[in-house]
């Protein structure tokens, strides 16, 4: 049973940083390209940042920069590492597998990023 875990999110000053973990299982995770979503509200869910098997990364405009994707294969673990914050980036953030945001497995509960002064 694939879960998807994500965590790391809250409340931040505009400037500040988080950095979001997505813990998966029930899958062989290594082998799978993983991304970031984002879904802000009255919005479309929408791709931020994409790590492949390889480690090769890619970012969405709005965020390349500031945002950086990396994955520990080891503990089946992706990370989202977002530097600048800004109001704008404030959105409950999931990852998945693969780049389509309808999601290649189901999704998990996400975690609320606000970055408010």
């Known amino acids: 049973q694939v879960q998807l875990v994500e965590s790391g999110g809250g409340l931040v000053q505009p400037g500040g940083s988080l950095r979001l973990s997505c813990a998966a299982s029930g899958f062989i995770f290594s082998i799978y390209t993983m991304s970031w979503f984002r879904q802000a509200p009255g919005k479309e869910r929408e791709l931020v940042a994409t790590?492949?098997?390889?480690?090769?990364?890619n970012y969405a405009v709005s965020v390349k920069g500031r945002f950086t994707i990396s994955r520990d294969n080891a503990k089946n673990t992706v990370y989202l590492q977002m530097n600048n914050l800004k109001p704008e980036d404030t959105a409950v953030y999931y990852c998945?597998?693969?780049?389509?945001?309808?999601?290649?497995?189901?999704w998990g509960q996400g975690t609320q990023v606000t970055v408010s002064s």
């Open positions: 998945n597998a693969g780049t389509g945001t309808v999601g290649f497995f189901n």
């Open positions: 790590i492949t098997s390889n480690r090769g990364t």
